[in-house]
Nanobody, 128 residues
Framework: QVQLVESGGGLVQPGGSLRLSCAASGFALGYYGIGWFRQAPGKEREGVSC????????YYSDSVKGRFTISRDNNNNTAYLQMNSLKPEDTATYYCAAVGFYDTLQAMCAPGWGMDYWGKGTLVTVSS
């Protein structure tokens, strides 16, 4: 069964850190581009960061650049999103997704790109 499962969300104070994990099963994550997306209540889904399937090149949205780091461990079929210096506006449900074909990383991270697989999300709340 093909599945993506996110974990690592929770409540954190502003300025704190969290590390999200995205565990894949039923397919080899190494052959896929991976994206992290988020959606806050009442807002549209936003592409946060993406990583390529070939050379591990990365893309970050301007809102998280310099604070978040995306990575992947193909041996463990898992992707990660390290989030530092968290702000209240980072509060959202975070989803990971995988796609076999994409044009550019920026295109992959666009909310309208057709990802092949999606996780169910993990909630991140940044509040004092």
């Amino acid at each position: 069964q093909v599945q993506l499962v996110e974990s690592g969300g929770g409540l954190v104070q502003p300025g704190g850190s969290l590390r999200l994990s995205c565990a894949a099963s039923g397919f080899a994550l190494g052959y896929y581009g991976i994206g992290w997306f988020r959606q806050a209540p009442g807002k549209e889904r936003e592409g946060v960061s993406c990583i390529s399937s070939s050379d591990d090149s990365t893309y970050y949205s301007d809102s998280v650049k310099g604070r978040f780091t995306i990575s992947r461990d193909n041996n463990n079929n898992t992707a990660y999103l390290q989030m530092n210096s968290l702000k209240p506006e980072d509060t959202a449900t975070y989803y990971c997704a995988a796609v076999g074909f994409y044009d550019t990383l920026q295109a992959m991270c666009a909310p309208g790109w057709g990802m092949d697989y999606w996780g169910k999300g993990t909630l991140v709340t940044v509040s004092s």
